[in-house]
């Protein structure tokens, strides 16, 4: 073998496969001089690119379209559109007239636009960035004659394992699933929504790679198990057994962790748990109710936005709940309303800030833009005719953001009523506890929610001061510090003498370990990735209240993350010897 690389496992499975890499970056342009006999060849060089750039294009378009729909494939009309703009060509066709090499000519015109798009006033045009970019690299790829590294080019069939710096929206709705078969990042985490859509998508995924992209030149062969984060460069035959060994040894023990699909999650001592799962896009509604789990606790409804250009209106939001919510049968779902911003932009985006996390995201933009969120919240009442809707908004800091909610699911309802439309006013509305503000103030919220759901992932985030999506920071992106737990059990605290529910439906709660530290600090309900429900239902049924209860505090006791996951470990080992998976790619018990 020449070499194993490591990243963080981001989503389970072993691929064997060959390297698809896609450097999807504007490359270095030479500045380069003609001479006066070459312009009009120089220029017809250009048209030629343009061109063909189009013809992709209209290809991808076309593909796009039968795989995700006619909203994600509209990205394409507005790139054919730029490169049909006279404007643009004529200014490109100017330089090279001034003796100028076509592909400087193109770059510098493009880096003229898009910075002019950038600073415009009108939020149209800013997010019209994103796809004068990719015009940008798609074309000087072309011109300049570099490898065409368009996943476009893929056969259905051909299982690549996908090789990217970080995976953007338009590269997004360009998975296809006939023939990509993994992906393997350097950039990203394992709460990174490269990591969540890949979860959700069912795909082997291996970010925080750094620097796979630089070391892989395409073609290789490779092993990438998503489970370990390991990716193996040209393995030898023998070694490419040994995995597919593993890969059916995972098999078997995942067939038999579905056989707890329709028992209880009940604890020894007959505690009961709700395990929910998480749905990221509605596509994967009906698989998750096969899993066993009890209805949706986080529906990430950005998922929707994500990859597209407009934002999906009411009746296709509205079909898209309907469709959750019927799949779960009555089942409780609860619905989560935009969390865009962040690392989760709709393409070309919504302004560039210097620190999106802290800036202008979720339940922010949501209530300054209240046109925008009223047309989601009508169609969250449209849908909660259909069974047991529950709407929970994120990123909740002060009691205001919930009052202003409040009133204007109060004019959704109005709106609806004045429409004549079936819908149901009494909708529960919770909030996400993922800020130490809203955690340590959880008492001043309780009054005037239905339910807390502690989002660990921005929880941690915040708490530690360490970016979920940086690959660099990834080892100190620890849930089991004391500070966390401690939130965590104040929280859990408060939603008790309250008397309202509190869940957890960050990643903590999938990764068996940490379900079992929560289940200890009170944790009642929790939801989880889908694939994830047979794993939490196995630890609950193996261990008692008790037992859980005790670990916890050993855990609380800690003055570390490491002492934390220790003492929880040593416990859960007692409970259910040492299957390594149990311990989230960490050592077991010693
Ligand atoms: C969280 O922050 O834990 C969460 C569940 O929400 P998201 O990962 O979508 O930010
Ligand atoms: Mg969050």
């Not at 001479?35 to 593909?63: G, M, T, Y």
């Not at 962790?257 to 749905?279: F, H, K, M, P, Q």
Request: net charge negative.
């Amino acid at each position: 073998m020449e070499r194993q690389i490591r990243g963080i496992p981001a989503s389970p499975g072993i691929v064997v496969g060959h390297v698809h890499l896609l450097r999807w970056e504007v490359p270095e342009v030479r500045h380069r001089i003609i001479p006066d006999e070459n312009v009009h060849d120089e220029i017809a060089r250009l048209h030629e690119a343009i061109s063909r750039a189009k013809e992709r294009l209209r290809h991808l378009r076309q593909r796009v379209e039968s795989t995700a729909g006619a909203e994600e494939a509209a990205i394409f009309d507005v790139q054919m559109s730029i490169l049909d703009d006279r404007e643009l060509t004529r200014g490109i066709e100017d330089l090279v007239r001034q003796n100028l090499g076509a592909e400087k000519a193109f770059d510098l015109v493009m880096l003229e636009w898009r910075n002019r798009f950038a600073r415009h006033a009108a939020p149209m045009l800013r997010e019209r960035v994103g796809d004068l970019t990719d015009v940008h690299i798609r074309v000087l790829s072309l011109l300049m004659g570099l490898p065409d590294h368009d996943p476009v080019d893929l056969e259905p069939g051909t299982s690549a394992i996908l090789v990217t710096h970080d995976l953007t929206p338009s590269l997004t709705v360009q998975l296809d699933r006939r023939s990509i078969a993994a992906i393997a990042t350097d950039a990203g985490t394992r709460t990174s929504h490269v990591a969540i859509l890949a979860r959700s998508l069912g795909l082997p995924a291996v970010v925080g790679l750094r620097n796979a992209t630089t070391l892989l030149r395409g073609g290789e062969r490779v092993v990438l198990d998503g489970g370990t984060g390991m990716l193996a460069i040209n393995p030898t035959d023998a070694e490419i057994d040994a995995y597919r060994e593993r890969q059916r040894e995972e098999a078997v023990a995942e067939a038999a962790l579905t056989e707890l699909a329709a028992l209880e999650a009940i604890t020894l001592d007959g505690v009961r748990v709700t395990l929910r799962a998480n749905v990221d896009i509605p596509e994967e509604a009906e698989a998750a109710a096969r899993s066993g789990a009890e209805g949706v606790g986080l529906m990430r409804t950005e998922f929707l936005v994500v990859g597209r250009t407009t934002m999906p209106d009411e009746e296709e939001q509205y079909r898209a709940y309907r469709r959750v919510v019927e799949a779960f049968d009555g089942k409780p779902v609860v619905i989560r309303t935009f969390d865009i911003g962040g690392d989760k932009l709709p393409v070309g985006g919504f302004p560039t800030e210097p620190n999106p996390f802290l800036g202008w995201r979720a339940i922010r933009m949501c209530l300054d833009q209240p046109e925008m969120f009223r047309v989601q919240l009508r169609a969250l009442l449209r849908a909660a005719v259909h069974g047991d809707l529950r709407i929970m908004l994120p990123l909740i800091v002060t009691l205001d953001e919930v009052l202003a909610a409040r009133r204007l699911l109060e004019e959704a309802a109005g709106e609806l009523r004045d429409r004549g439309a079936d819908f149901r006013a009494d909708v529960p509305l919770g909030v996400m506890i993922e800020t130490p503000a809203a955690a340590v103030a959880a008492d001043t919220l309780t009054r005037d929610v239905d339910f807390f759901s502690i989002g660990t992932n921005d929880l941690v985030q915040y708490t530690l001061a360490v970016d979920r999506g940086n690959a660099n920071l990834a080892p100190r992106f620890t849930p089991l510090h004391p500070a966390v737990l401690r939130l965590i059990k104040r929280t859990v605290e408060v939603a008790e003498m309250g008397d309202i529910e509190v869940a957890v439906c960050g990643e903590m709660a999938s990764q068996p370990l940490m379900a079992f530290a929560l289940l200890g600090l009170g944790v009642r309900q929790m939801s989880v990735a889908p694939r994830s429900v047979p794993l939490v239902k196995r630890i609950v049924r193996s261990v008692t209240e008790a037992h859980a209860k005790l670990a916890a505090s050993a855990a609380l006791r800690a003055r570390t993350a490491d002492e934390a996951r220790h003492e929880l470990a040593r416990r859960l080992g007692d409970a259910v010897g040492d299957a390594p998976y149990l311990y989230d790619g960490l050592p077991g018990p010693e």
